[in-house]
């Protein structure tokens, strides 16, 4: 069939083909890569965007004083996760990782409920301010209750 065509037009039409399969490919990995990646917000900038129920993201912040409570199954942990100028209720079931305390950072990742409540898969404790993403850290720095440097 190729063989009717000039030797012109052959070139153009593997050219056409070879940008259209790239096209294709490149589309693909782009969906595939966008159900990967992870919104990542602080409490203030949670508050200021709606977010699906369903929308997976990371939540960052500091695990608020006296706010960490078991239920009554003893799985299942509450806290709040503030960044000193907004806050939100969290629930994690499972086990917590040893550096997890009030007045710590954390980053948590998992979805809002239908009642707004953070409800999170996993659990990533800080051991101090030195790692927390720049705008909590900011967040904190404008309080007066950075510790850091």
């Known amino acids: 069939m190729l063989n ?3 030797p012109k037009r052959r070139r153009l039409l593997f050219l056409f083909s070879g940008i259209s399969i790239l ?3 490149l589309g693909l990995a782009l969906l595939a ?12 900038s949670l508050s200021e965007k709606k977010i699906d129920t369903d929308k997976r993201f990371k939540l960052g912040g500091l695990v ?16 709040i996760i503030t960044d000193n100028n907004m806050s939100i209720n969290a629930r994690y079931k499972g086990v917590l990782p040893n550096l997890f305390r009030e007045g710590q950072g954390v980053v948590a990742e998992g979805k809002l409920n239908s009642k707004g409540i953070f409800v999170a898969n996993k659990i990533f404790a ?7 993403p720049p705008e909590i850290a ?8 950075w510790k850091g440097n």
């Open 64 to 79: 608020q004083k006296d706010s960490i409570g078991k239920t009554e199954n003893g799985i299942t942990t509450t806290f």
């Open 23 to 25: 096209a294709l490919s």
């Open 126 to 132: 800080k051991h101090d301010e030195n790692y927390l």
């Open 138 to 145: 900011d967040a904190i720095k404008k309080e007066g209750q």
């Open 33 to 44: 890569l966008n159900e990967q990646v992870d919104l990542f917000l602080t409490p203030t």
């Open 4 to 6: 009717k065509f000039k």
